[in-house]
């Protein structure tokens, strides 16, 4: 799994050094497209070459690649989070990376979902905390770009 | 009534002008309200009018007369 992290001032422009950075490391000319439900791929060649899960927040852009299904999700450390079931915003990553995994939309009932411990990482990323849930359990890789520092 | 009150909640959560916020208005695209914002949204939303809001009818949720109208449908 090789997740992305960019800082950005348009999204748009953002994504595409992503995916331009993956496709040199692929050596494939890669693109994104959406299912109907939304949840994204990557295609290459007219067919589905990996997964993708994509995240941004406050001016910071997450994408994860991996060759099985993928899920990440990143917010500022310090955002307060007013939900019950959820204690802390870490937590709050980790279900909604669960579900961007699953391809589901994130509801109340998934709040009190088990989240597998196993192929879901939680971390601190500067002034962000970010999770990332997978069932590629391979070593993940980070790749920084932009200085953003990894605690 | 319903408006005045939701727009409030969505004003509160968001931290923008309440008057901003009309029936017209897009959850994502006008509001930028991500997953962590609507999920806080809808439990305000039940708190303010008393009522539980269906996960998969949450969903579906795209503009401010949707939930209002949702919220009409419930009382």
Known sequence: MLVFLKKYTDLTVAKKAILNEYSARSGKVCAIEYSESGKPY?????QQCSCVSISHTDGVLA???????????IERADRKIKIKQCPDIESWTRIEAYCKMLGVGLSKSMLTSPIPD?????RRVGEYVMSVCSEDESV????????ICEE | MVLEKLSKIVSD?????????????????????????IVEIIMAIEEQFDIQVDDDDALAFKTIADVVNYI????
């Open chain 1, 140 to 147: 993940e890789i980070v790749t920084l770009i932009d200085n």
């Open chain 2, 13 to 37: 959560q968001l931290g923008m002008e309440q008057s901003k916020i009309t029936m017209q208005t897009s959850l994502k695209e006008d509001l930028l309200a991500d997953s962590l914002d």
């Open chain 1, 42 to 46: 990557v295609i290459a060649d007219g």
């Open chain 2, 72 to 75: 009409e449908s419930k009382s």
């Open chain 1, 63 to 73: 994408m994860a690649f991996s060759q099985r299904e993928v899920g990440v999700d």
């Open chain 1, 118 to 122: 196993k192929g879901t990482s939680t």
